[in-house]
């Protein structure tokens, strides 16, 4: 049995289409067969992440076919009517654009994997090109690391040919190439309003008859309208329609360019506000006032220097002259003030407000000092985790654009180097006889000058292109340093942000300390009064109880002649003593009882409330290291 004509190797391999990229769907095996099995395990793997189920398939052919006068279009829904679009039984059209949608960035294609599979084993696709493709599919996060690369399988040489299969209109000698580009998009519907957006294609171009293939990936419509709008008015387009391999070789670079152009046109926007999202933490870091650092008064060495000090206020609260507000810290001083009270209370020594009422200076000064203190806290407060944290997103952002742009300028240069080596090279070449391939000589020296002509065009627009993403990448750059050395104050600013915090609650510690030096040394100078007093009184106490008694009339002294001995005890005076003494007594105690058992009573409930207060301080201490608000004290209510 004779080897098949070329097309009904290819029937046979579109009945076989679920199996591409098997070697029964290649007709020119390009690749190895471990190469090829690879392709069709990663389909397998991929097949629900990449395809959309069959009642949401939709492919938007944009087709240029013989003897119209422009494009027209056509929308596939299902494998028959894809076959059915295909296999019609004439040449391909001139040019043909087919459209592979999706929802988003990170959905699944609007096809099927039948009719995928089918239209790439129609179109003989170089299976390359599904390196592409495995960047979109349903994803949870993007994949590929802002991948970008490029593929070429040109079939120009006579021996490397694909096979000849007219009835289609395909001489076999093909520009085939396939590119995966990124770029960013703006999604004003997100929180930050960009996306990173990746489209693929493949392209193949035939140099004989000019017939030319784009199949276009992408998560969205913006390419497709884009191609649409352009190609309605593209100045080769009437040269193309009257069949002219050279116009439509033009079209087909100019298309190419514009899929280059997308990859580079909304950096610098991009740019700009990324720049304008981290400029005011930079400049807040780099301005801050940190040689503003809180005041700490110099321990005293003794307690009764505290009371020297504190002597150093007239009548009226105020300091006195000579003594700077630095030095007495009014405000500072009314927050240890209230911390004492709230951490005595706390610890059950109801007595001891008593002694601090007499520290009731704490609570007077000037608001201008107030201030002043409070000044001090708010450097502090300029810094914050929340900063830091955008910091470190926006730098994830520069180096995920940067490395984006420079892998593109990579594919960039990779086409650029590919369309130079054909623009030198010979489109038709010669076999190994001599003979011309199907066309006469000066046809093939025009056609080529044509095209030779047409790339020198395209270069330089795709250099300027090229050069223009390497400025951004240059950008960003400098941005990403920029953004480092921010960071790096920032982080420093933050670290004395922490020193200075313990220092402030060390030196209201140390003042609390101070404070309590002096109650206790008050209260030892009122413990020593209070024994004078009472040795006085143990020593005054009987003789004027004696006194009092003897005085009181119940005894009777020798003074008149009626009574015998040297006294006499009236009972009647004695009775009327008891009976008023005693509950008298009685009384004063119950009523002292009464009064210490309600002032118990509400010391407790002061202490509920300050253990609510404390666990709410706390919660909100807590949220403030978290949220980085900076922690202050609150004194009770």
Not at 84 to 99: I, M, N, S, T, Y
Not at 152 to 165: K, S
Not at 233 to 242: E, R, S, T, V
């Amino acid at each position: 049995m004779g080897e098949l004509d070329p097309s009904d190797r290819l029937n046979q391999a579109c009945r076989d289409a679920s199996k591409y990229p098997s070697p029964s769907t290649i007709l020119k095996k390009t690749h190895s067969k471990h190469v090829l099995q690879r392709y069709c395990d990663y389909l397998e793997d991929n097949d629900a992440v990449l395809f959309e189920d069959k009642s949401r398939a939709q492919l938007l052919f944009w087709e240029l076919w013989p003897g119209e006068q422009g494009f027209w279009s056509m929308i596939i829904k299902d494998l028959p009517a894809l076959s059915k679009h295909l296999a019609r039984g004439q040449k391909d059209p001139r040019c043909r654009h087919v459209f592979l949608e999706s929802d988003h960035s990170r959905a699944p294609l609007n096809c099927t994997k039948a009719m995928l599979l089918f239209l790439l084993t129609y179109h003989q696709v170089d299976p390359s090109f599904l390196d592409h493709l495995f960047s979109f599919g349903d994803q949870d996060e993007p994949v590929d690391m802002c991948l970008s690369q490029f593929h070429y399988d040109d079939t120009l040489i006579i021996n490397a040919r694909q096979p000849l299969v007219a009835p289609l209109g395909r001489s076999g000698r093909e520009i085939r190439q396939s590119f995966l580009l990124r770029a960013v998009e703006r999604a004003p519907e997100a929180k930050w309003p960009w996306s990173m957006r990746q489209l693929a294609a493949y392209h193949s171009f035939d140099v004989m008859n000019g017939r030319t293939l784009w199949i276009t990936v992408k998560g969205n419509d913006m390419m497709q309208k884009r191609i649409v709008e352009d190609t309605a008015d593209m100045p080769a387009l009437k040269a193309a329609i009257g069949a002219d391999v050279v116009a439509l070789f033009e079209m087909t670079l100019y298309t190419l360019l514009t899929y280059c152009g997308w990859c580079e046109e909304s950096w610098r926007w991009f740019i700009r506000d990324i720049e304008e999202h981290i400029r005011p933490i930079l400049v807040k870091a780099k301005t801050a006032p940190v040689e503003r650092e809180p005041h700490f008064q110099k321990p005293p060495r003794r307690a009764d220097t505290m009371l020297s000090a504190y002597s150093r206020h007239n009548a009226t609260g105020f300091p006195s002259p000579g003594v700077t507000p630095a030095s007495t810290g009014m405000s500072e001083k009314r927050e240890i003030y209230d911390y004492v009270r709230n951490r005595t209370s706390r610890r059950r020594f109801p007595h001891i407000s008593n002694l601090l009422r007499m520290g009731s200076w704490f609570s007077r000064g000037s608001s201008k000092m107030a201030e002043e203190g409070k000044a001090k806290t708010l450097v502090l407060e300029m810094f914050n985790y929340k900063d830091l944290q955008a910091l470190n997103i926006a730098g994830q952002r520069i180096e995920e654009a940067r490395l984006t742009v420079q892998l593109n300028v990579i594919t960039l240069q990779a086409i650029e180097e590919r369309y130079s080596h054909l623009a030198d090279s010979d489109w038709d070449g010669v076999d190994s006889n001599g003979n011309d391939p199907g066309r006469a000589k000066q046809d093939t020296y025009d056609r080529h000058k044509g095209f030779s002509k047409a790339t020198n065009q395209f270069l330089p627009k795709l250099r300027a292109i090229t050069r223009s993403l390497e400025i951004r990448e240059a950008q960003l750059a400098s941005l990403r340093k920029r953004l480092e050395e921010g960071k790096t104050l920032f982080e420093s600013l933050l670290q004395l942000r922490n020193l200075q915090v313990g220092r402030i609650y060390a030196e209201h510690e140390r003042q609390s300390a101070m404070v309590m030096q002096n109650i206790a040394y008050r209260t030892e100078q009122e413990t020593f009064s209070m024994r004078v007093i009472t040795v006085v009184t143990l020593v005054f106490l009987p003789p004027t109880f004696l006194t009092s008694f003897f005085q009181s009339g119940i005894l009777e002294w020798k003074e008149s002649q009626n009574i015998d001995g040297p006294w006499n005890l009236r009972d009647d005076a004695l009775k009327l003593f008891v009976y008023i003494c005693i509950p008298l007594t009685a009384t004063t105690f119950a009523i002292w009882l009464l009064a210490s058992k309600l002032r118990d009573r509400r010391v407790g409930c002061m202490l509920l409330q300050d253990d609510l207060a404390d666990s709410d301080m706390g919660a909100g201490r807590k949220e403030g290291y978290d949220g980085a608000e900076l922690p202050v004290w609150h004194s009770p209510s």
